[in-house]
């Protein structure tokens, strides 16, 4: 699992570093650079990813388990509904906890900028569902989930959050990472993150755009806890097929195995972040 690992923060920093030239060119050229940060080490991760398989088709017992990840059947999609809101529900209360207790030290959230609604839902929920969950849940599964699920689960999410370079970012990123990755695991499927993802962040956009006031913000967290509440009795009533879906999502499998590039990582991250302060 160690060049799996090398792998996955190699591609983690070589998305960072485009994201960071990517702004510092106005206009239409940023744009291009912002979108190649994500195709180019999506496209890195797939050609090693195919390398590391035929290694791993050399060892005995040891499945590539991630070939199925862009399939999804429609009979297990209905597990998937009842999961949205409540997922939906934990990554918004941590995201809210964090801002309070940023607050606090006299951090802020970052300004969204203000569009239409359309345009806002495009920009910060579809594209980001797709491009973000191609890199950090489709490859990390091709490259780590054949070694072990469970560190899997946490490395991709672990990296998930320390890419967001933010102090105010990262612990929800981490929350919302574990969530994701785990339900893929759950379906052999890349898809159900890229449903929860484009879900949360579009709750997001209709609470920045819509939800300032005290009245707004009564309302859409009372309707998402309300949802979230009706989601987990049925989840609950059919508790043991979910128990069945879940089981042997956080098998351990191989040892995690520590090298130097994880603290590369979190060293670069970091120095961003506080930069960004």
Same mark, same amino acid.
């Given at each position: 699992m160690t060049e799996a690992i090398k792998v996955v923060t190699f591609i983690n920093i070589i998305f960072i570093i485009l994201l960071v030239i990517s702004g510092m060119f106005p206009g239409t050229v940023g744009e291009i650079l912002y979108y190649l940060a994500f195709i180019a080490p999506i496209a890195i991760g797939f050609y090693f990813s195919m390398g590391l398989q035929y290694k791993r088709e050399e060892q005995k017992g040891l499945a590539e388990s991630a070939e199925v990840l862009l399939g999804f059947s429609l009979v297990r999609s209905k597990k998937l509904l009842p999961l949205v809101f409540p997922a939906v529900m934990t990554v918004f209360l941590s995201s809210l906890v964090t801002s309070l207790?940023?607050?606090?030290? *006299?951090?802020?959230?970052?300004?969204?900028?203000? =569009?239409?609604?359309?345009?806002?839902? $495009? @920009?910060?929920?579809l594209i980001p569902a797709i491009l973000e969950e191609a890199l950090f849940r489709y490859i990390p599964m091709k490259l780590l989930l054949p070694y072990s699920k469970r560190w899997c689960v946490i490395y991709s999410a672990l990296c998930f959050a320390? !890419?967001?370079?933010?102090?105010?970012?990262?612990?929800?990123?981490?929350? $919302?990472? %574990? @969530?994701?990755?785990?339900?893929?695991?759950?379906?052999?499927?890349?898809?159900?993150?890229? !449903?929860?993802?484009?879900?949360?962040?579009?709750?997001?956009? !209709?609470?920045? =755009?819509?939800?300032? *006031? !005290?009245? *707004?913000?009564? @309302?859409? %967290?009372?309707?998402?806890?309300?949802?979230s509440l009706i989601s987990i009795f049925f989840i609950y009533r059919r508790r043991e097929s979910y128990r069945a879906l879940f089981r042997g999502s956080f098998d351990k499998g191989e040892s995690f195995a520590v090298t130097y590039a994880p603290l590369a990582l979190a060293a670069i991250t970091f120095y961003l972040a506080f930069l960004n302060l």
């Open positions: 207790l940023l607050s606090l030290v *006299g951090v802020s959230a970052p300004p969204v900028e203000e =569009k239409g609604i359309v345009m806002m839902l $495009a @920009i910060h929920a320390l !890419i967001h370079c933010s102090l105010y970012q990262m612990p929800y990123a981490f929350v $919302a990472g %574990i @969530i994701f990755m785990m339900v893929d695991v759950a379906f052999d499927s890349v898809w159900p993150s890229v !449903i929860l993802h484009f879900v949360n962040n579009a709750a997001s956009v !209709i609470w920045l =755009k819509y939800c300032s *006031g !005290i009245t *707004g913000s009564v @309302i859409f %967290i009372s309707t998402l806890a309300l949802l």
